[in-house]
Structure formats: C-alpha cells, structure tokens
C-alpha cells in the first residue's frame, strides 16, 4: 500500500502540526480520506492519503 502526498507543512512552524490538521480536515469533509503523518527525514508533516493496490485475483 502507497501513499499520495496531497501538502507538506514545516514542522518548525509556530502553530505546530495545526495547519497540516486542518488542511487535511477539510479533505475529510471534501470526501478525501487523508491523513497527518509526520516525516522525521525533511522535518515536516504530511497530509496524504493511502493508496490500496490493485489485486488481480489471480
């Protein structure tokens, strides 16, 4: 399972993960499942939404 990467906020921000919260909250009410994860590499939060992959049944 993969991620899309739907915004990036800076984890140094005064606000903290708040705008990335928000962001995505107003994906939720949009329809769009996304979620906060925080990624230590680049020091930021990230809005994204998972990915399901596609199974052939086979």
Known sequence: MGR???ERFPAGSPR???????YAAERMRQGVP????MD???????????????HSGH
Do not use: I
């Open 16 to 22: 903290g993960s708040w705008p990335a919260e928000e």
């Open 4 to 6: 899309v990467v739907l």
């Open 34 to 37: 996304a979620e906060v994860v």
């Open 40 to 54: 230590l590499a680049t020091d930021a939060f990230l809005v994204v939404v998972r990915q399901r992959e596609a």
